[in-house]
């Protein structure tokens, strides 16, 4: 019962997440702040450390520390937690996960890359929707509430960017979010 109570829990925080999103973003009420992205890549690093932990994982972040971006840090701070916790959870214990940040011209690309199993190609067009899930029963095993990249997508939105995926199966995923310089 305990662990139906903690899914339904993950699942209500998940929809009040991006209700709070949804709104925040049509009343403009979020602010925006210059703000140091490898802070919060750090912060979102050290609230995933217990799950790297328990599989040990390696984290390998590559960010300029002088990279900034106009943006509401809890949010992405949030965006950011949900793709660490996608890799490590889908990633074999003892891997890497790869952090990466580039400046492009107009542009700032945040990439998560794992070494896990992939996703095959023919659910790559819907694994941002909303409850969607490419293997309902390991994910039932592993908690997932298929709401994860849903909020990892509309944070990107409302920061004027975008979420995309790029995965081969066997070989990993590697989703990026992609910012407004």
């Known amino acids: 019962m305990l662990a139906h109570a903690d899914r339904l829990n993950s699942i209500i925080s998940g929809l009040l997440t991006l209700s709070r999103i949804e709104q925040e973003s049509d009343q403009r009420e979020i602010k925006f702040e210059k703000s140091g992205i490898k802070n919060v890549l750090e912060s979102a690093i050290a609230i995933c450390q217990s799950k790297i932990s328990k599989k040990d994982i390696k984290i390998d972040l590559c960010c300029d520390g002088e990279i900034e971006a106009y943006i509401d840090s809890t949010l992405l701070e949030q965006a950011m937690v949900n793709l660490i916790e996608n890799a490590v959870e889908y990633s074999p214990s003892e891997q890497k ?11 700032i690309l945040i990439s998560v890359r794992d070494h896990g199993c992939g996703i095959a190609r023919e659910h790559l067009p819907r694994i941002f929707e ?51 310089r």
Request: no cysteine; hydrophobic share 30%.
């Open 97 to 107: 996960v790869n952090i990466g940040v580039e400046r492009t011209e107009g542009e």
């Open 130 to 180: 909303r409850f969607y899930r490419v293997d309902k029963s390991r994910s039932r095993k592993l908690g997932g509430t298929g709401l994860g990249l849903a909020i990892v997508k509309h944070i990107a939105q409302f920061h004027g960017g975008r979420a995309t995926v790029e995965s081969s199966l066997g070989e990993g995923s590697t989703f990026s979010v992609y910012l407004p």
